[in-house]
């Protein structure tokens, strides 16, 4: 597996759930992501961040596995 296809499946995923669950495209938020960091001086790259991670955590909870903090 490459590093793109990685990044891409991780960090377009926040984007693809927050568009599912409000009704809109996925490119409409990656577009509205943008805009926003312009405006809020990057702070919304740090909702971003954090939207990624809980997503990741919330994935490991659900399939049982262990969390590993390496």
Do not use: H
């Not at 693809?16 to 702070?43: E, N, P």
Request: proline share 1%; hydrophobic share 50%.
């Amino acid at each position: 597996m490459e590093f793109r296809d990685l990044m891409e499946r991780q960090a377009f995923g926040v984007c693809s759930y927050v568009g599912d669950k409000i009704g809109i495209a996925a490119s409409r938020v990656r577009i509205y992501f943008i805009y926003l960091s312009f405006v809020t001086l990057g702070s919304s790259f740090l909702l971003y961040l954090f939207a990624w991670f809980w997503m990741n955590i919330r994935q490991q909870l659900r399939k049982g596995s262990p969390i590993q903090w390496d």
